[in-house]
């Protein structure tokens, strides 16, 4: 039986920046033990509408079980293409995972029977014993990480061991990858983050825990890129990248020791972040860094456990410039945001624009395991003020927009992530942002925070 993996990417300029790591690596190691695999990418091109129908056909004509993997953003664009998929295909076995399932895995398995398995947790071992289970050399209640549905039932497996060793992950050979498709090539050197930052979901769906690959097989996997298949330049998908400094530092002076000249990009962290780090990470061929700091306000900033001031931030931003490409991240719509928090916002994300940093400015999205979107689930709001998720990345065919809206009604909790919070100034608020958008697209002169309050 040929297990068809699916991945599914949406983004704002239909442009495929890299291969999808883990569903390629999910691939290699069944082919590795003799299963027989494809792989399709649906990727929906900027300016044109997003089609189910398009979705389930890919699904359809591919022979064999699916394997889909999505971002949260592709989940109600699946759970529509597979309800045409079993109205066509009744037979076909899907099977689901992805980031879009972490932390709702149980609740998807019950609310769309469509799905036949949703997996969670880590797959390099799971998949595997999901390939024993569709050629009958296992039953599904012994394949680790799981919800299936069994005589109308959901039923849960518990999840297997955070994997350690992660030197015995293969990385990709790329023999079969039309890498010309691509903008970038990802590789991956950890997982997990220990932090405890509220808004965010990575450390929860890791439990807290950061497990990483020798230097060795890092720069191992690095000389294949460079010599034999010709890349020049990568970025490391570390959720933190930087969390062990002792451990960059040694990869550093390795990868200079050993002459390789591939430029890299990575994530950081402002509390980890000192020059003498990033200047060796310069030399190292790192070009660009990229830092979550997610407020202007310091109320706010203490609010979601980010550990540290805007300040310090500010300062550790400038230094890193000194080196190397700085991006940076603001977030907006916090449940318990007051105006002046919102001002700080604006005020630091036009300074840092000035500086010539990239600064990006979304609305937070209540993602499925954040603890705020817990704490605050009551102030969950439907899309009066869409975030980012709706804004950017969803134009649907007509005949698609109200199944899309009733479907992500019709639980909170699985669509989180398209929802806002309800705080007290977010209508207000979103006339701000909005106007403030329009005044940095003019050719007026910019507005300052309190000026924006005037106009609105």
């Not at 004509?61 to 045409?84: E, F, K, Q, V």
């Not at 799971?126 to 299936?148: F, M, N, P, T």
């Amino acid at each position: 039986m040929n297990i068809a993996f699916h991945h599914i990417l949406i983004n704002q300029n239909g442009i495929a920046h890299s291969p999808p790591l883990g569903v390629l690596t999910l691939k290699k190691i069944l082919e590795d033990k003799g299963y027989t695999c494809s792989f399709n990418q649906f990727l929906h091109v900027k300016g044109q509408y997003l089609d189910p129908k398009l979705l389930a056909q890919q699904i359809i004509d591919t022979p064999g079980a699916a394997a889909i993997s999505t971002m949260i953003n592709g989940l109600p664009l699946l759970i529509m293409a597979l309800r045409l998929v079993k109205q066509q295909a009744p037979n076909k076995t899907v099977i689901v995972g992805g980031p879009g399932f972490t932390g709702v895995a149980e609740e998807a398995a019950n609310k769309f029977a469509d799905i036949d398995v949703v997996c969670f947790g880590e797959g390099e071992k799971q998949v595997v014993e999901i390939a024993e289970w569709l050629h009958k050399k296992r039953q599904i209640q012994d394949v680790s990480g799981i919800c299936y549905r069994i005589e109308g039932k959901v039923k849960k497996t518990p999840q297997a061991e955070r994997i350690v060793a992660l030197d015995e992950i293969p990385y990709l050979s790329l023999n079969n990858i039309d890498l010309a498709a691509y903008t970038g090539y990802p590789v991956m050197s950890s997982r997990g983050c220990p932090y405890k930052c509220s808004f965010c979901d990575v450390a929860p769906s890791w439990g807290r825990r950061n497990t990483r690959r020798s230097v060795d097989h890092v720069l191992d996997e690095l000389d294949y890129l460079y010599y034999k298949v010709g890349l020049r330049d990568i970025a490391f998908v570390d959720d933190l990248f930087i969390i062990n400094r002792k451990w960059v530092e040694e990869f550093c002076e390795k990868k200079l020791a050993r002459g390789n000249k591939m430029t890299w990009r990575a994530n950081g962290h402002i509390n980890l972040s000192n020059e003498k780090l990033i200047a060796l990470m310069a030399d190292a061929g790192c070009k660009s860094m990229f830092y979550g700091v997610e407020s202007g306000s310091n109320y706010v900033l203490k609010k979601i456990v980010k550990q540290f001031t805007i300040e310090k931030a500010t300062s550790i931003l400038q230094m890193t410039q000194q080196y190397m490409k700085t991006n940076l991240n603001l977030i907006w719509g916090y449940p318990f945001e007051k105006t002046e928090d919102l001002e700080a916002t604006l005020k630091y994300h036009r300074f840092f624009q000035q500086k010539g940093l990239n600064c990006s400015l979304v609305m937070l999205a209540p993602l499925q395991s954040a603890p705020i979107t817990e704490e605050f689930q009551e102030l969950i709001l439907n899309f009066k003020y869409p975030n980012i998720f709706i804004q950017d990345y969803y134009e649907l065919k007509a005949e698609f927009s109200q199944q899309f809206e009733s479907l992500l009604q019709s639980d909170s909790k699985v669509f989180s992530a398209f929802y806002s919070f309800a705080s007290p100034n977010l209508a207000s608020h979103a006339k701000v942002v909005d106007h403030y958008r329009h005044s940095l697209q003019s050719s007026n002169a910019y507005l300052t925070p309190r000026e924006l309050w005037q106009e609105v």
